[in-house]
């Protein structure tokens, strides 16, 4: 089972980096609503 680790290791990296990316849309999403006086 010792071949498992680096993959769970490499899918938690994925997951880390997909909740950063979904973050910055938020932001940006956000930021643009500010900008056009949606918000």
Known sequence: MN???PMNAFYEAGDI???GVIS???ILALAT???E???
């Open 33 to 35: 609503q500010i900008a």
């Open 24 to 26: 910055l849309i938020d």
């Open 17 to 19: 980096v997909a909740d």
């Open 3 to 5: 071949y498992m680790k």
């Open 37 to 39: 006086g949606t918000w």
